[in-house]
């Protein structure tokens, strides 16, 4: 799944980007407008886009002055699908919040960060999950393993990227704190969280001592 255009696969047409502008706004746009925000084809595309929408009932048209508005009818019984199509990132951060409220071993803090959490995900890229556990004796233990086995395979049904899990204790966290990993600035500037504490209030609180 492109997490960076989610309409896109359902919809990769030139289509896609169109209604993904205009779902994101209550404000009639011109077809220029519409273009530039898009960032995807031409204006006369964009225009062709708009008329066959137009003429399908799902986005409205009207004059002003010598411009045409178009505005997403949210009434149209499609409506409501292409809000969801456009909201497909927040709906995997809800199933994967949802997996983890099932662990037999909770995390102490679970998040989505990289390029998903960001919304700038391709085709190829991977679903960065982070993972912060307690400290424990030896290894976790073995339902630990299991669960994240079984969420990264959930996530590859649900998206058809690979998840990449990134695991550590608190003790290793504190590692990566004291040695000031690059990776550590990028979780405290993209995490999204999905489970436990949030990620900066566990970077702070490790970081005075708890």
């Excluded at 997490?3 to 030139?14: A, F, M």
């Excluded at 289509?15 to 779902?23: I, N, R, S």
């Excluded at 006369?44 to 048209?61: I, M, P, Q």
């Excluded at 073995?142 to 998840?163: F, H």
Aim: charged content about 20%; aromatic content about 4%.
């Amino acid at each position: 799944m492109d997490l960076s255009h989610p309409i896109s696969t359902v919809v990769p047409s030139l289509d896609g980007p169109v209604l993904t502008v205009l779902a994101r706004t209550t404000e009639p746009l011109t077809g220029r407008r519409i273009q530039q925000l898009a960032g995807a084809g031409s204006e006369s595309g964009v225009r062709k886009v708009l008329l066959r929408l137009t003429e399908t009932g799902l986005v409205g048209a009207s004059q002003a002055g010598a411009s045409t508005l178009y505005l997403l009818n949210r009434q149209h019984i499609a409506a409501a699908t292409i809000e969801q199509l456009i909201n497909l990132r927040q709906r995997l951060i809800d199933r994967i919040h949802d997996a983890i409220a099932d662990w037999p071993t909770p995390p102490v803090h679970a998040s989505l960060f990289g390029s998903a959490a960001r919304g700038e995900g391709g085709l190829d890229s991977d679903i960065d999950i982070l993972l912060i556990h307690e400290n424990y004796p030896d290894l976790p233990p073995a339902e630990w393993a299991d669960q994240v086995d079984d969420l990264a395979q959930q996530v590859y049904r649900w998206t058809g990227n690979r998840a990449q899990m990134y695991e550590l204790s608190l003790s290793q966290l504190d590692e990566h704190l004291a040695a000031d990993e690059p990776i550590v600035a990028e979780w405290h500037r993209d995490a999204i969280t999905v489970a436990g504490v949030d990620f900066r209030h566990i970077r702070t609180s490790q970081r005075d001592g708890r």
